[in-house]
T-cell receptor, first 111, second 113 residues
C-alpha cells in the first residue's frame, strides 16, 4: 500500500472549514484513499473514502486531485468536537486486510 | 446500535498471568482484527481473521494468540504477558476487504507490571 504524508499538526477556528491535506504520490490505480480520525484515545472512527471522484457525506468532503497524488479532507464547519488526530490511509483492494496508520495530523479546533 | 465491544476497558496485571481481552461485534462482519497503539509507533496490526476458523498474523503477532470460533467474537489471548505488551489495544471489524469501513472498539488499556 502506498505511503502517505500529512502535516503533523494544524489549527482551525471553530465554525470555519478545516482543510487537511495528504500527499500520496506513489498511489497506484487500484488504491483507495481512506480517512479516519481518533479523538483522544478512543477507537479510530471512519470518515470517508474515495478512488478518484470527489466524495461527500454527512461528516466531510474528500477532494482527490486529478493525478490522484494528493487529497484534501474538508470539515465544512469545524466544531470543538472535531479536535482529533486525522489519518489518511491509502489501501488497495488486493492488499492485506489491515489499515496502515501513519502519524496523522493533529487537528485542534480553537474557540 | 452497530458496535464493537471490548472488555475490559482497563486492566492492570502481573507478568506471566494469562489474560484474555474479549471483542464482540453485532454487525455480522466477516473481518475482524486486533491492533495495538503505542506512542510514536502508531497503530499496528497484531492478528486478523477473515472468517470463522480463519486467522492470520499481522505485523506484531509475537506473544499473542487469537481464536475465531464464532463470527461475532474474536478474543485476544496473552498467554504470558510481559511489560512490553503494555499498550492500548483496539479490536476492529468490517464487512469485507474491499471498499468497506472498519468499526473500532473503544479500546483496552493494558498495563503489565
Amino acid at each position: 500500500d502506498a505511503k502517505t504524508t500529512q502535516p503533523p499538526s494544524m489549527d482551525c477556528a471553530e465554525g470555519r472549514a478545516a482543510n487537511l491535506p495528504c500527499n500520496h504520490s506513489t498511489i497506484s490505480g487500484n488504491e483507495y484513499v481512506y480517512w479516519y480520525r481518533q479523538i483522544h484515545s478512543q477507537g479510530p472512527q471512519y470518515i470517508i473514502h474515495g478512488l478518484k471522484n470527489n466524495e461527500t457525506n454527512e461528516m466531510a468532503s474528500l477532494i482527490i486531485t486529478e493525478d490522484r497524488k494528493s487529497s484534501t479532507l474538508i470539515l465544512p464547519h469545524a466544531t470543538l468536537r472535531d479536535t482529533a488526530v486525522y489519518y489518511c490511509i491509502v489501501r488497495s483492494q488486493e492488499g492485506a486486510q489491515k489499515l496502515v496508520f501513519g502519524q496523522g495530523t493533529r487537528l485542534t479546533i480553537n474557540p | 446500535e452497530a458496535q464493537v465491544t471490548q472488555n475490559p476497558r482497563y486492566l492492570i496485571t502481573v507478568t506471566g498471568k494469562k489474560l484474555t481481552v474479549t471483542c464482540s461485534q453485532n454487525m455480522n462482519h466477516e473481518y475482524m482484527s486486533w491492533y495495538r497503539q503505542d506512542p510514536g509507533l502508531g497503530l499496528r496490526q497484531i492478528y486478523y481473521s477473515m472468517n470463522v476458523e480463519v486467522t492470520d498474523k499481522g505485523d506484531v503477532p509475537e506473544g499473542y494468540k487469537v481464536s475465531r470460533k464464532e463470527k461475532r467474537n474474536f478474543p485476544l489471548i496473552l498467554e504470558s504477558p510481559s511489560p512490553n505488551q503494555t499498550s492500548l489495544y483496539f479490536c476492529a471489524s468490517s464487512w469485507g476487504r474491499v471498499n468497506t469501513e472498519a468499526f473500532f472498539g473503544q479500546g483496552t488499556r493494558l498495563t503489565v507490571v
